[in-house]
């Protein structure tokens, strides 16, 4: 069953530049999908719009439906009701994420105020029980203490606690690890995995990290330029990916993960990332595509079977046709 | 568990008594105003003599063991009279800002959160009120109300109306822009407990240094007033028409202006640097814990 479907979802700046550009993307009930791509390719946005959380300048449009409810369509006061409770969301900077004037637990039991009723009493009691759940060292002193007084993972951690305190339909983690230390990234990754499995939630994690995405996802999509690029299941993109860009961001993240020949030099994908407003005409990635042709001018259109979808003119496993300028 | 987290606290607050005595401003500024308060409170149980108790055989008297101060046209002690005089000025600071802070932090919140055409008519109404010539709201107050201290505690409570919708309005600005706002977004907070629980909390200390800074100038502007007969008039002893008595006998006895004057330098003195000091404090705090 799907629980959260978007629908051509356009995210425009006021100029009407396109931000994001009529994103698709399905999850269903307890699925993991990982959201890849460089930064500006749109993923941060598509998650703030799904949760209805974009700046007041920023214009959303197209449907998100949770359930078979409309979110777009929805009052802001039931907005208010899902966010936090049946949809919830994971920051990339848990240093920033927190009130730095407000103690730790106050800010996990506030979840559980707003949405359960919970009392003062019973809101702290159910936040060091999180604090413990997120495997915070002595759950009770934690609580006490203020933001400042906690280290980045553990920070992070207690954002997950507050993600978590409502059981979830479904988690938005906006590359949760980005800003730790490699060496916690990992533990905190763990935590996440083995939460959303015992919450039973869905995920939609954002990242970089194409390692992660091969663990935690059942799905990846990748986006560029604003748009959905290729979409299929996990085990098949990261393996045999038919768009030159998922290929291109494997190969950047391989290098790293595997003993590749050590000539020194990694592997980059040429060019870099334009300004909004500023990518090609038709494909957004052509201008940095090793396979691209004149053909590429012209938008292609995400096409497939029902798990695999690719937006490629000469998807990867298929002769390049024609004259290429290659 | 209780005895971890009182000590946890008992910690907590040694270090900011530490931090605060480190501050030089927070100290002296701090000293100053303690001795002013000790001073009204102690005069509202004694003082030397009544302020207003005349004695026509000791006019103009010079400083005494008697009367340290000397005493005034009418023979009332000079001493007793400033310490007086000090219940006035705080408590027209006290009431003026908390009129321009209760009427200026909750328009500068609207400001900062509603933008858009609210945001304009509170910062074009204020923008009017600063650009209003605040004497000549005193003197239109006080032909409307009569001189008095409550005419002058309102019209310096209204002038300063304008400082608190700004600093309200461009700190709560940065605080609604934060991420850890977006994520209380995120959990379900409504607005209006976004600005009770996140963005009061966190732009607190700047207002309070406001108000302190505000305080000071509010004695100054309080004396003022009672010097130009808008405020409060004799014979209630206040700084400000002391210092305007004092004037017409500065040829027989310089020293009576002197001393509600020097009153008045501790007390603005204090306040500022009270007030330099929270704002030192908190700009320290703040680049610790970034």
């Not at chain 1, 969301?89 to 919970?118: C, D, S, W, Y």
């Not at chain 2, 008697?66 to 006035?88: C, K, P, W």
């Not at chain 2, 004092?246 to 509600?260: A, I």
Request: aromatic share 6%.
């Amino acid at each position: 069953m799907t629980l959260l479907s978007v629908r051509d979802l356009t995210v425009s700046a006021p100029g009407g530049l396109a931000l994001v550009d009529g994103v698709s993307l399905d999850i269903e009930k307890g699925e993991r999908v990982g959201l890849i791509g460089e930064s500006g390719s749109g993923k941060s946005l598509t998650a703030l719009a799904v949760m209805g959380l974009l700046g007041e300048e920023l214009k959303a449009t197209g449907h998100v439906f949770f359930g078979n409810e409309d979110l777009f369509a929805a009052s802001e006061r039931r907005r208010c009701q899902l966010r936090g409770d049946a949809i919830s969301m994971i920051f990339q900077e848990p240093m920033m994420a927190l009130n730095p004037t407000m103690r730790v637990g106050k800010q996990v039991g506030e979840t559980l105020r707003i949405h359960r009723g919970l009392g003062r009493r019973a809101a702290a009691r159910a936040a060091v029980d999180l604090l413990g759940r997120v495997e915070l060292p002595d759950p009770q002193r934690c609580a006490m203490m203020y933001p400042h007084e906690l280290s980045g993972g553990q920070r992070q951690r207690v954002m997950m606690a507050i993600a978590i305190s409502c059981d979830p339909d479904v988690v938005l983690a906006d590359e949760p690890t980005t800003a730790l230390d490699v060496t916690v990234q990992r533990r905190v990754l763990e935590l996440l995995d083995r939460l959303v499995a015992e919450e039973h939630c869905a995920l939609l994690l954002i990242t970089h990290d194409l390692a992660v995405v091969s663990e935690m996802c059942d799905r990846v999509v990748t986006m560029y330029g604003g748009r959905v690029v290729e979409v299929g299941p996990a085990a098949r993109m990261l393996t045999s990916p038919a768009h030159p860009y998922t290929e291109a961001l494997l190969e950047t993240s391989l290098a790293v993960s595997v003993d590749a020949p050590s000539d020194g030099v990694l592997p980059a994908i040429a060019g870099s990332v334009p300004a909004a407003g500023a990518f090609p005409t038709g494909c957004p990635f052509r201008d940095r595509c090793p396979r691209r042709t004149e053909a590429c001018e012209v938008t292609p259109p995400l096409a497939g079977d029902g798990t695999h979808a690719v937006a490629c003119w000469w998807p990867i496993a298929q002769p390049v046709a024609g004259t290429s300028t290659r | 568990m209780t005895v971890v987290v009182v000590e946890a606290a008992g910690a907590r607050s040694r270090a900011g008594l530490w931090r605060w005595a480190r501050n030089p401003s927070a100290v002296v500024g701090g000293t100053l105003v303690g001795l002013v308060v000790l001073t009204a409170l102690v005069s509202l149980v004694w003082t030397p003599y009544p302020p207003l108790a005349v004695d026509p055989s000791h006019t103009l008297a010079r400083p005494s063991w008697a009367h340290l101060f000397g005493t005034d046209e009418y023979g009332r002690d000079v001493l007793s009279r400033v310490m007086a005089g000090s219940r006035i000025s705080l408590y027209a600071g006290v009431v003026s800002v908390l009129v321009a802070t209760a009427v200026g932090v909750p328009a500068g919140l609207l400001a900062a959160e509603r933008g858009g055409i609210p945001a304009q008519v509170v910062l074009r109404l204020s923008d009017i009120l600063y650009a209003f010539p605040a004497l000549l709201a005193a003197i239109t107050l006080s032909a409307a109300l009569g001189a008095s201290t409550t005419t002058a505690m309102l019209a310096i409570g209204i002038a300063f109306i304008p400082v608190f919708v700004r600093v309200t309005r461009s700190n709560a600005l940065v605080v609604l822009g934060s991420d850890y706002v977006l994520a209380a977004r995120a959990y379900g907070r409504r607005p209006l407990a976004i600005l009770r629980r996140h963005v009061l909390p966190n732009i607190a200390t700047t207002v309070i240094a406001q108000m302190s800074l505000l305080f000071s100038l509010a004695i100054l502007a309080e004396a003022g007033l009672d010097y130009l007969g808008l405020g409060t008039t004799p014979p209630t002893a206040s700084w400000g028409n002391m210092i305007e008595t004092g004037q017409t006998y500065l040829s027989q006895d310089p020293l009576l202006s002197v001393w509600p004057g020097i009153a008045i330098f501790v007390a603005v003195l204090g306040f500022t640097l009270l007030g330099e000091g929270i704002a030192e404090l908190r700009n320290a705090r703040l680049g610790r814990s970034a």
